[in-house]
């Protein structure tokens, strides 16, 4: 069996918040909006390509370290494919984006930027070659 990619899982300190920043910049689709009896609220969301992406708050009783948008050691960053790389960066910008880095040509006519979204969430975006 292969291994597929099932779900990306995001604390946020306002998971409404956080889910409608996604919908305004990536499309996505709340498809739940539930609080779990572990005490968080949980929003899934689904992308346009099939792709949930949870979004939730603290659970009773739990303290979150802070988020960090800059490179770090363990999961750092996911990826949105983009047809149009300053468009998007421009549009993404306008609903609260931070550019971190980039663009940046690959070798293959590729490209890619770094985003940082509300919540201290870093994102890639690819612009695969022509």
Partial sequence: MPFNVNHIHLKSSDPMK???WFIKAFNVKIVADDVRPVGDRFIKTMTEGGLAINISSERTGETLGPADADPHYGLEHFGFDTDD???DIARLEGLGAVLKEGPIPNPNGSSIAF????GDIRIELIKAAP
């Fill in 85 to 87: 790389m300053d468009a």
């Fill in 115 to 118: 985003i940082s979204a509300p």
């Fill in 18 to 20: 956080t889910a409608e």
